[in-house]
């Protein structure tokens, strides 16, 4: 089994609409979750850190659930920019290493 | 402020042959990360660094090297360079390991023929 497992899509939009996908982990010991953005041949940027109650930045939302071991990213109002590969991270414990998830691609269309 | 700068961004090695990455940060970051990329899959950790001096193994090491003689510069160090090592690579670079984020280089591009 995969240790940060994500449905590698593509997920077809279209604009304007809500979507969200989920990040499965296996490690009930982790204890930091990211998400990150990567677009078409370009390296990976932090979208967002994902804390225990929920966050939200704008128009996207990051959800924890520790009992089920998943989190979340839900997009509202999608834009044609927000078409890229959104990466799953989680950091077990006090361990240097970030497990990455190998990506779920949106692609959003006019 | 460049962040991350990594060179080359394209590299065509030969079976045998040997090549270095250089990956340095502006950030006067003490961590540093060497990760490779491979198609469908999740970024694997080659090495890393907690500070000038100190590297310790990642989960992918074999083949590699690397060396962190200042906290600006860490370089990635290919000696005999195998097809299996065709990947990108992208170095980054953190304030610290708890929920800072990772700031990446734009990648090295490697194929190995």
């Known amino acids: 089994r995969k240790e940060v497992e994500q449905d590698p899509g593509p997920f077809n939009v279209p604009e304007g609409a809500t979507v969200a996908f989920n990040c499965t982990y296996s490690?009930?010991?982790?204890?930091?979750f990211f998400w990150y953005r990567q677009d078409c041949r370009k390296e990976p940027k932090l979208l967002m850190s994902?804390?225990?109650?929920?966050n939200e930045d704008g128009r996207f939302t990051a959800q924890l659930n520790r009992a089920s071991q998943y989190i979340s990213l839900l997009i509202r109002d999608s834009k044609l920019s927000d078409s890229a590969t959104y990466l799953c991270?989680?950091?077990?414990?006090?361990?240097?290493?970030?497990?990455w998830g190998a990506g779920t691609k949106l692609i959003i269309k006019p | 402020n460049a962040g991350v700068t990594q060179t080359p961004k394209f590299r065509i090695l030969k079976i045998g042959q040997s090549m270095t990455l250089q990956c340095a940060q502006d950030?006067?970051?003490?961590?540093m990360y060497w990760y490779r990329q491979d198609p469908g899959m999740g970024l694997k950790l080659i090495y890393y660094?907690?500070?000038?001096?100190?590297?310790d193994k990642g989960e992918v090491p074999n083949g590699y090297n690397v060396s962190r003689s200042t906290t600006e510069d860490f370089p990635l160090r290919l000696e005999l360079a195998a097809p299996s090592q065709t990947s990108v690579y992208f170095c980054?670079?953190?304030?610290?390991?708890?929920?800072?984020?990772?700031?990446f280089g734009s990648g090295t591009r490697l194929t190995v023929v």
């Open positions: 980054a670079s953190s304030y610290s390991t708890s929920n800072y984020g990772y700031t």
């Open positions: 950030m006067n970051h003490n961590y």
């Open positions: 660094s907690v500070g000038a001096g100190i590297t």
């Open positions: 490690n009930s010991a982790s204890q930091s």
């Open positions: 994902v804390y225990s109650s929920g």
């Open positions: 991270v989680v950091r077990e414990g006090s361990n240097y290493q970030l497990i």
